[in-house]
T-cell receptor
């Protein structure tokens, strides 16, 4: 079974530029998550989708970050404009159903390492 | 108080040792608890869920203490391959919502020959 796919794996941009990340979850997984992991920290949930609807985006900096999952499968996360403090690994994860409904297993993708100069 | 707190370590132990990690959480209404493992420059992977009665998986034992709001992970007979960062994850409920998944900063374990 294929895992969670993410691209690109690495990205270097200058501050104030825009960047987009793509995620393809495991087939059949209804729930998709985007996390930001800064070096030395644990992952921080940015946004959580159930199919194509947003379940939780309370920690998404909406002035510069946006995410969509229009057809309930693939998802994109965009940063516009980027700041130095956005340098981090952006992890996408998926699960069969909501963690909150007892689905304990999130499967993470390899992440996209973003460096903002 | 931080929502999920862990000792960052590093814990440096010899092969065969027993090592224990604790994690405290701030929200007493939290319902779900997990331990994830993250290898250097890799993605996190679920190690085990933590149940109220405690649970064991081979050399790994997880326990939950709701009264004191902490969870623990015990690793017996440590192997070199256990070297990784162990992340404590709590589903925090804030009154009627479905909850938010909060990760701790992780505890780094290094098992030496």
């Amino acid at each position: 079974e294929a895992g969670v796919a993410q691209s690109p794996r690495y990205k270097i941009i200058e501050k104030r530029q825009s960047v987009a990340f793509w995620c393809n979850p495991i087939s059949g997984h209804a729930t998709l998550y985007w996390y930001q992991q800064i070096l030395g920290q644990g992952p921080k949930l940015l946004i959580q989708f159930q199919n194509n609807g947003v379940v939780d985006d309370s920690q998404l900096p909406k002035d510069r970050f946006s995410a969509e999952r229009l057809k309930g499968v693939d998802s994109t996360l965009k940063i516009q404009p980027a700041k130095l403090e956005d340098s981090a690994v952006y992890l996408c994860a998926s699960s069969l159903d909501l963690i909150q409904r007892g689905q304990s297993t999130q499967y993470f993708g390899p992440g996209t390492r973003l460096l903002v100069l | 108080r931080k929502e999920v707190e862990q000792d960052p370590g590093p814990f440096n132990v010899p092969e065969g040792a027993t090592v224990a990690f604790n994690c405290t959480y701030s929200n007493s209404a939290s319902q779900s608890f997990f331990w994830y493992r993250q290898d250097c420059r890799k993605e996190p992977k679920l190690l085990m869920s933590v149940y109220s009665s405690g649970n064991e998986d081979g050399r790994f034992t997880a326990q939950l203490n709701r009264a004191s709001q902490y969870i623990s992970l015990l690793i017996r007979d440590s192997k070199l391959s256990d070297s990784a960062t162990y992340l404590c994850v709590v589903n925090m409920n804030y009154g009627g919502s479905q909850g938010n998944l909060i990760f701790g900063k992780g505890t780094k374990l290094s098992v030496k020959p």
